[in-house]
């Protein structure tokens, strides 16, 4: 399994696949094949630094493997991974509709639709709405998405970035740093949530699966559940079949489980106990 930004060099080509960092799978995608007895290609990585930029130079140039054939230069290995990745589809400037794929985006997008698409937004880049089956991959930095509509997909939101609103079959995979998911509706899922971090609502079927840190969820309806709270974290109401699998520290449900707002509800860990007549 590669890291971000993955590729395999031969002698006359580097090849890279959007969306994939794994050497193993763009090997395999692009009908790679080792040589008897020799290496015919060469697993390379380019690393981000923090925060991430599009100054590629400024990137650190990795190999991937211990040997290599001897037709390879490390640098000039990295110049050609440069003057690739400046190649790829980017969103460096303000649009307004965006449809097609962008590897890399630091500037603001008013509306994602179609099965629109970009890897990784960074550097203060922002999303306004997201329709269909659009999808941001990763959101790093200052980066931010304001509405996920239709079954359109957040993959992992990092550090200070934020998502508005998750309606629909839309999902949140990740929240991390001092990331915040606003809203999440119909069938949505927010896999999980750390330090400072924190979800708003949860309804229909919606599934939080972890929240930790300070985090907080105020509300989870319908048969919705929350896989556990960590610290001083908080949920604020529980309805119908919800189900919160454990509370640890100081971590409270709000008007204890015997209150009236948590419905058929039970604690699998903690100081609390299954509770019936709420």
Not at 164 to 192: F, M, P, Q
Request: hydrophobic residues 45%.
């Amino acid at each position: 399994m590669g890291n971000f930004f993955s590729a395999v060099m031969t002698k006359n080509k580097i090849y890279s696949e959007f969306g994939v960092n794994s050497h193993k799978d763009i090997i395999a995608i692009h009908g790679l094949r080792e040589g008897v007895g020799r290496t015919n290609f060469v697993l390379i990585e380019m690393l981000p630094p923090s925060p991430m930029h599009l100054r590629f130079d400024e990137w650190r140039f990795k190999v991937d493997q211990d040997i290599v054939p001897d037709w390879f230069d490390a640098t000039d290995a990295k110049a050609k991974m440069i003057r690739h990745m400046e190649s790829l589809p980017k969103i460096a400037e303000d649009i307004e509709v965006f449809a097609g794929r962008a590897y890399f985006c630091t500037a603001r997008v008013g509306r994602m639709v179609g099965s629109a698409a970009i890897s990784f937004a960074f550097d203060n880049a922002s999303v306004g709405e997201m329709y269909g089956n659009a999808s941001v991959d990763w959101m790093y930095d200052n980066a931010s998405v304001g509405w996920v509509f239709d079954n359109a997909r957040v993959g992992a939101v990092r550090d200070n970035a934020s998502v508005g609103g998750v309606y629909d079959n839309a999902s949140v995979d990740r929240v991390h740093g001092n990331a915040r998911v606003g809203a999440v509706y119909g069938n949505a899922r927010v896999g999980e949530m750390y330090d400072n971090a924190s979800v708003d609502r949860v309804y229909g079927n919606a599934r939080v699966g972890l929240v930790h840190g300070y985090a907080r969820v105020d509300r989870v309806y319908g048969n919705a559940r929350v896989g556990a709270v960590y610290g001083n974290a908080r949920v604020g109401e529980m309805y119908d079949n919800a189900r919160l699998g454990a509370m640890l520290g100081l971590a409270n449900l709000v008007n204890d489980m015997r209150a009236r707002n948590v419905r058929n509800a039970e604690i699998a860990a903690g100081r609390w106990a299954k509770k019936d007549g709420a």
